[in-house]
């Protein structure tokens, strides 16, 4: 299990758009990992966010990590927020590595592509030259059902990878930190995300 491989480094890449609430994400992320006292560096790569651009975040974690940045086919888990952006991804995967890509089962309306809509079998059959492990979660749809925000799909997602090992990261560790992090008015909903993660299977 990955859990055990504490002295390993893990890279963690984190795509989607703006106001997915990626950034947040990442920074929960990280802060958990630092509550476990391991090595983490993170870098957060971003356009025009507030538009809807791309957002890229970069985790990595371990021992003796000098660089923010992960390097071409380095990363161990892509975690997707918006299945478009799985293409520039890519670049970041290797099946050599075995990376898994966790792709949240969603589209945001994009005016410069607004015809580009590929099926998940599209998306898979391209992956599959990348990596061994596939995962689809409709996580925008079960939070906008469950706890009627979208947004809270990012912590949902980070919080299904830990609980299922995708990630070398304690459930407890991400919960506290969203309790340290998440401002009180929003902590209740951003709880429940990381509690209805541990129920859903793949």
Do not use: W
Not at 9 to 16: D, L, R, S, V
Not at 137 to 163: D, N, R, T, W
Not at 172 to 194: G, H, M, Q, R, T
């Amino acid at each position: 299990m990955r859990q055990n491989k504490i002295n390993k480094n893990f890279n963690i890449i984190i795509a989607g758009t703006g106001g997915q609430g990626l950034i947040t994400a990442g920074r929960i992320l990280a802060k958990a990992i630092f509550l476990e006292k391991k090595e983490i560096k993170m870098s957060e790569l971003h356009g025009l966010s507030q538009r809807g651009g791309s957002v890229v975040i970069h985790l990595r974690m371990g021992k003796n990590i000098y660089s923010p940045l992960i390097n071409r086919g380095e990363t161990d888990l892509i975690l997707v927020l918006e299945k478009r952006e799985v293409f520039p991804s890519l670049y970041f995967a290797s099946k050599s590595k075995g990376t898994i890509f966790l792709i949240n089962d969603c589209l945001v309306p994009s005016p410069s592509l607004p015809n580009f809509n590929p099926s998940n079998d599209k998306i898979k059959k391209i992956i599959n030259g990348f990596s061994k492990k596939i995962i689809f979660i409709p996580a925008s749809k079960i939070m906008k059902e469950k706890l009627g925000k979208e947004i809270v799909s990012s912590i949902f997602l980070i919080s299904f990878a830990s609980f299922k090992n995708l990630i070398p990261v304690k459930p407890k560790s991400i919960l506290k930190a969203i309790k340290e992090s998440i401002p009180k008015k929003y902590l209740d909903i951003n709880v429940k995300a990381f509690n209805l993660a541990e129920k859903v299977s793949f």
